[in-house]
């Protein structure tokens, strides 16, 4: 039995509906009554009692040494004798003092005029534990007392009809009618004598039979925001139910899998490792939430399935999985993995959580694939796993979380079930108790701790795969619904982050998902309150006179500081910074909780007029005008808030290169305006008429002889165009849509839709057609096409987009195009300028470009008709159109204002500001760098500099140095930033470059370079030359390589042979790294040793576990298959390093290309390399299979294992 602090509840229920519980309430000062009435809540073993239970009583002075009364028997100390009542859901009430209750004695009035240092004390007995003391003695000031017709006073607001006959003490009783039968809820403030009403500080206004009084300032009941601290005195009766998690998507984990117990915090980050998709996984990576970006780490040496994970000093420990009784230790310092202590045997799909200083791996499965329940904990004092008091439930898939210093083992599996099970482990006792079992039945959910509560998402409950959250309410000992997940999360992993929770990866149902999503923790509490009670307040048998507090009358300035903190508005949504091509539109939208809301969005501070919605659309994109920082306040009756800053950043436009555009937004008229600006103005012929388009206004042809006419003239062409239009084609017959030619001279540009609706877009000329023909289109709805023909005289390229979607490249070389052409042309819009296949139906936004648009810029054109917009804008908006600018009220003259006339003040914003200075670095010889620099202002240029002097050329802010050396490139490089209004000079940024042939450890390297030899020459320095066997002569083999020259191997019977060199032995470390270039998947590149267990190295291309066509080391009983296929007939290069102090073959690393190349298989031996054959390379030492059918080139043998930056030095060799 543990009891827990309590205090006094004053009927507590009935005011929940007053707004009065929502503020501090005091009760006013009186003298004690001769009947002392007193409440409190008791809790036995963590749960509200509910049974018969006897209570002793005392009043005793501060220091507690001295008793002035209790309740019966004699002496000083304990009292001798209970008064037994019905404790219900905890609550319990006494009058003391009351003699019609069976031993209680009446207390002396004389006792509170004598002491002015009375305290209470109060014990309590449940009938199985003994006499307790349930709380420290409280002063007698401190507690509220009940309805009394000598001594009352107001306590909390009473709801109507709750005071019975029964409440009411007998004095109060006397005042009515003698032996009247008083009716529950009859007796008003209009009945009491105006001495009851003085006594309970009370008046009753005409008309008003419930009372009025005045709200004194601190009480009994009070609201504190969840999550902040409580005032000392109070405690916990009611949790307020947090809101819904919103849900955000952020980028996605490398590879979609299972997370089983494999994600944690650290440093800042979210780390994830291991896991399953139908091949078990050695992936680690890293997740920043300031770049949204996850980074691959140092790959595991084992992959691990079912592995459990935990942070412990700093470090993340990776524990266990199928098949292993190991454990790794990753430190992000150093970005390497190392040897942690073993399990005293396997367990796989354990769960893992560090508490108290220590790691506890609990449950699981063993080798033998039986759930177990046992718990083990690792101290790092002595660096050894410990047996402790095991599970109840045996079972895997269970989630842990801490809780009030306790572990709680939520949910699982176990023999075929999922289970519903919440078991409580408390690390003082070693010991184990059941909590309330969840709703349904979770295996492998995800359960996290935040602002004092317990949380579980996902799962799944044997039949289908779970989203839903639950949160434990730890007052009504409930779990509570609070909303769902974005997708089923089942085998998915949390962690904590920076106030938000991230659930990663698992299965959705349906297939492993890479989605990781994460939720504002501090935002689900926002405007949301406990209920406290303070301890030791009086009620009489249910209720407490109290004061009314009028409808309205609390205003927002009566609040408190915390309430406004919490009532004000939270922006839930940030708005989002944006690119976006001039010409077109924006939106920032953002959403916030809070009543009665209003917006103001501003650009650099200032405030936008009319923009008071909760998004923000601004259209036709000015640089000028919009480039900047967007901010939005959202304000209600209690405060403000402002949002993040946003950035409007605006690319170009699509109206740059426009030589003829038109909209045909006229009414009427006989001409289609060319909005472009060149004056080429259309002639509608025939009569068309105008109609409402896709954009504005649109023309209609009639099919039989409408269309639009541009006279003959130069278009400007040079060697690219393009053409853009919307269309609505109304019958299904061959027609026209765009012409532009010279008949006479059998030259045009040609749209047309034939009978099947395909449309065609070709050159037609006197050389041939290119034709471009794209898949059938709908008719009667609007398709938007784009036109790109790019080209000279000797080729072109058609590019071809319907409803922004490419339609692919049709591409001629040898035949004669038109762009670079400078004859004029006539154009017409829905008829061939040969005078057939009049349009039928609409035509809208008609443009020609002296340029090629680039897809994103054909997307923005579609987007222009297509109606896009951000599904997030909900809620009213503001549309802000681009003007000149504001008026004022007198205007200086165009130009007026120059550089010079500005201040210093004004010019600090205008000039350049670094915002990313370049930094220091050092790379090795014949690799490439670059540096760097990312400033604001308009309008920048670049000056790099080298030891102060100019490099030509380089006005970037990008400075790129390719196959660097250090007599050239050594030296201080800094970089000049400057606008019309100033420049700024950056940091000095160091850079060293080291001779990649230093790096010591060499004891092989075959160049390949030789042009005509049976011998393949050692440039290493020993001396280790390889003979050529089985090669048709000693020339034609040797051909153009990736670095220099190479050797080319039949596949056949072609090899090296290294005349008495047998390689590295032993477990020593080393480094065999190469070029090759094969379409082949089975083929050795180097090899020496023995074929028995452990006594070989063969490094070599595969067909046969894992990755078809990914490199493979395998050592006789253990191998590793990379994840990144070479196979393709295109130059790679490959490396595989046993790093120092490995020894199995699970920890070699191998590399394709510079990166790391992960694992897709592998298993274990350990290695123990002997001296046999020479070393082979294009064949593995016995046998005649596995030749090498390709090129190879720049072989080298490392005694050492390289570092992962020394083998991007390698690879930076081939020039890439």
Known sequence: MAFVKFGGITCITRLLVAWASFFPLACLQAAPPETLNYAGRILVDGQAFDGTGQFKFALVNADGNATYWKNAGSGAGEPTAAVTLQVTAGVYTVRLGDVSIPNMAPLSGSLFQSHDDVHLRVWFDDGSNGLQLLAPDRAIASVAYALSANRAQVAESVAPNVITSEMLSVDLRNLVESNASIAPGSITAGMLAPGL????????????????????????????????????????????????????????????????????SLDGKIYFVGGHNGSTKNIAERYDPASNQWETLAPMSLARKGVAAAVLNGKLYAIGGEGHTSVEIFDPQTGQWSAGPSLPSEVNHGTAITVGGKILLVGGRNSADQNINQVLELDPATNQWSQKAAMPTVRHGTKLVSFNDKVWAIGGHNDGNQLDKVEIYDLATDSWTSGTSLTTSRAWPSAWVANGRVYVAGGNNGSSYLNSIKYFDSFTNQWTAAGSLPENK?????????????????????????????????????????????????????????????????????????????????????????????????????????????????????????????????????????????????????????????????????????????????????????????????????????????????????????????SSRQWGFTNTGTVSLWFLKSASSAMTIFSLGRPSYNDEILLNSDSASSLIFYHHHSGGNHAHRYSPHNNSVWNHFVGVLEGGFTSEKIHFYL?????????????????????????????????????????????IYDRALSAAEVTALYDLGSGASPTTATGGGAT???????????????????????????????????????QATNVYSDTNASFSVSAEGKYLTYQWKKDGADLVGENNATLTITDANAPLHDGNYTVTVSNDFGSVAS??????????????????????????????????????NGSLIGFDSNTTQWVQGKIGRALSLDGVNDYVNIDGYKGILGSSPRTTAAWVKTALGDAAIIAWGAVNTGQKWTFRIQTSSGLVGATRLEINGGLIVGNVAVNDNQWHHVAAVLPAGSDNSNQVVLYVDGANAGSSYSTSNTINTVSDPDVLIGKRMYGGSHFFNGLIDDVRIYDRGLSAAEVQALYQLGGN
Do not use: C
Not at 578 to 595: D, H, I, K, R
């Open 490 to 710: 089942f085998v998915a992993d949390s962690a904590i982050l920076g106030g938000k929770v991230y659930v990663v990866a698992g299965n959705n149902g349906s297939s492993y998902s890479n989605k990781v999503f994460a939720a504002d923790l501090n935002a689900s509490l926002a405007a949301v309150f406990d209920l406290y009670f303070r301890d030791g307040n009086a009620s009489a048998g249910g209720a407490v006179v109290a004061g009314e507090v009028g409808d309205g009358s609390v205003t927002p300035n009566k609040l408190s500081p915390d309430v406004v903190a919490a009532l004000k508005p939270v922006i839930l949504q940030q708005p989002q910074s944006t690119g976006a091509t001039g010409g077109l539109s924006a939106t920032f939208v953002t959403q916030a909780t809070g009543g009665n809301l209003t917006y103001q969005w501003r650009q650099e501070g200032y405030a936008i007029a009319g923009a008071n919605g909760n998004f923000l659309t601004i259209t036709d994109l000015n640089a000028t005008l919009h480039d900047g920082n967007y901010t939005v306040t959202v304000t209600n009756a209690f405060g403000s808030t402002e949002s993040a800053v946003a950035t409007l950043e605006v690319n170009g436009s699509v109206t740059q290169g426009l030589v003829g555009w038109w909209k045909f937004d006229e009414t009427s008229g006989t001409v289609a305006t060319d909005s472009s600006g060149n004056g080429n103005h259309g002639n509608l012929q025939n009569g068309p008429t105008w109609a409402q388009g896709k954009i504005g206004g649109a023309l209609q042809l009639d099919g039989v002889n409408d269309y639009v006419e541009v």
């Open 987 to 1024: 940091q000095n940024a160091s850079f060293s470059v080291v001779d990649i042939g230093s790096v010591g450890g060499l004891v092989g390297w075959w160049k390949f370079d030789e042009t005509n030899s049976a011998i393949a020459y050692d440039s290493s320095g020993n001396l280790r």
């Open 803 to 847: 409803n922004s979607q490419s339609g692919g490249t049709y591409d001629t070389s040898g035949s004669p195009a038109m762009l670079s052409d400078t004859n004029s042309r006539k154009l017409r819009i829905g008829l061939r300028v040969y005078g057939s296949g009049h349009f039928n139906g609409l035509i809208d936004d008609v443009r």
């Open 197 to 264: 009403l003085a006594d309970l500080n009370a008046t009753a206004p005409a008309g008003d039979g419930n009372g009025s009084a005045v709200v004194a300032p601190a009480g009994s009941l009070i609201a504190v925001q969840s999550g902040q601290s409580v005032p000392t005195g109070y405690s916990l009766y009611q949790q307020g139910a947090p809101k819904e998690l919103v849900w955000e998507e952020k980028a996605p984990v490398s590879v979609a899998r299972s997370a089983y117990d494999g994600v944690e």
């Open 880 to 918: 802000i159109v681009a003007d000149s600018g504001p008026v004022t009220t007198e205007k200086l003259s165009d130009g007026a204002v120059t550089t010079e006339k500005l201040s210093e003040t004004i010019l600090k914003y205008l000039k350049p500001e670094i915002t990313a200075h370049p």
